[in-house]
């Protein structure tokens, strides 16, 4: 059973009238909508002439509908690339020109369309898919009447390709295959204790392996609903909270929660498990949530790459501040820069290597052979240390990422933006910690010629080029960076510096 989409449709529930999404507004959507939803999608897709492994971007609100889009490009053995609603047209031409997709599926408010980015790029068709799941994706749907066949896949063709950005270059394109993401969804589902009984709470975005995957892949393995919300909203969550068993959310979701004056019991009755993720969980804040509510949240590890890595145990002891243990089949290491694993309690590189790692870069073999050691484990960028039970503490990221809110945010991209506006010299791009957020993103600047630069105005200029979550907090401006003998920033120093911006 190698196509995840039949994994799935394998544990659907006997009774196909079983409740699969309820809305925020009481809309709901069954088992049986599911499977007629996705068929007739799948339709849509087949006569648009897409073969196995043809690329599929969608830049879609979240939405039902868009879930079973997704779902049929599985069926179909497409490729699904999800992209983030919030990239400008900028970064929209970039991901275009490299996935070279056979088919669009976008917001009609997007830059794709407002901006008519597939003028000059051929054989691309276009459909449209709103966030009350209406469109052009549906109006052709009643003249297709020939049944869709679920296409044969091997556990190594592609399923789905997310972006990740680099320290030094453009976004790359990580493979996920079938094998990797049936492989980690049957492992956490069970790991986690899902079961027939579960009701999770979805306030995710679904362009990140966090909603898409790890989410959506518990529940469906169960054969159970899921409330689905839009977006993040503390009063949506502490109203729904009593109607299900499981929230999974970032850091940010559980800072907010905690000044909720109706987190309580009896918003808590049925909830059996809070999962966080995505971002580096403070100590601090799992001990005041406990506290308050009894709960000890279960923090986990993972990567787009990797999908989930580590997790604290469902029934035994779960470590503030630590990602717990390695999941089962997955092997983690820590090695010196030259590959040599230590011992407990040394810290060192995160290495991982297991069925739910990827294929590799989408057209870009040699990163991938850089990301990789001579005996196949992944080097994840990250710097942490295994204590003698095998829990993994992350201390740090070798790579510079900065994850701010659960996204994540790599600052060459941002550097080279703003290093190229008038006035800039240069410029440096830190996470420093974020009371609401984990990190939250700063940018240090080097004026030139001692012009003013408006620090609203450079905001401005940014967000035209960047999505939101992207573009700094805050903008410094100083006489010089801090160097080393050579030449590069010492970016630990502006974090010193600069590390109680946020502080409350």
Known sequence: MSNLYALFEDRFPVDLTQNFIATKD????????????????????????????????????????????????????????????SYTASELSYFLDDIEPGLVVCDPASPIIKENLLHTRKNISLLTLDKHGKGSLFKSSDNISHPVQATDVVGDDVACILYTSGTTGK??????????????????????????????????????????????NCVLLSGTPMIFLPEFNVDDIIKFLPRVTVLMGVPTFYSRLLLHSEL????????????????????????????????????????????????????????????GQALPNIAVRITTDDDMTLEAGETGNIQVSGPNVFKGYWRNPEKYQEEFTKDGFFKTGDVGFLDNKGYLTIVGRSKDLIISGGYNVYPKEIESIMNALDGIHESAVIGVPHPDFGEGVIAVVVKENNKKIDESNLKI????????????????????????????????????RYNSVFDT
């Not at 088992?31 to 879609?60: E, M, N």
């Not at 979240?62 to 490729?79: N, T």
């Not at 049957?186 to 898409?212: E, R």
């Open 461 to 496: 200029l940014l967000k035209q080029e960047l999505a939101t979550y992207k573009v700094p907090k805050r903008i410094f401006d100083i006489s010089e960076l801090p160097l080393n003998v050579m030449g590069k920033v010492q970016k630990n120093t502006l974090r010193e």
């Open 171 to 216: 976004p790359k394109g990580a493979m996920i295959t079938h094998e990797n993401l049936s492989s980690n969804a049957l492992t956490v589902h069970q790991s986690w204790g899902f079961n027939n009984d579960d009701v999770l709470l979805h306030a995710l975005p679904i362009f990140h392996v966090h909603g898409l995957f790890v989410a959506l």
């Open 26 to 85: 009481n809309k709901t959507y069954s088992y049986q909508d599911l499977l007629s939803s996705t068929s007739q999608i799948a339709k849509i897709l087949s006569s648009y002439k897409l073969s196995k492994g043809d690329r599929v971007i969608f830049q879609v609100k979240k939405s039902p509908e868009a879930i079973f889009l997704y779902l049929a490009c599985l069926k179909l053995g497409l490729i699904s690339v999800p992209l983030n609603t």
């Open 264 to 323: 309580n019991d009896t918003s808590l009755k049925n909830i059996r498990l809070f999962i966080s993720g995505s971002a580096p969980l403070l100590k601090e804040m799992s001990d005041d949530f406990y506290a308050k509510t009894g709960h000890r949240i279960l923090e986990r590890y993972g990567m787009t790459e990797t999908v989930m890595i580590a997790s604290n145990p469902l029934n035994e002891e779960r470590i503030p501040g630590t990602v």
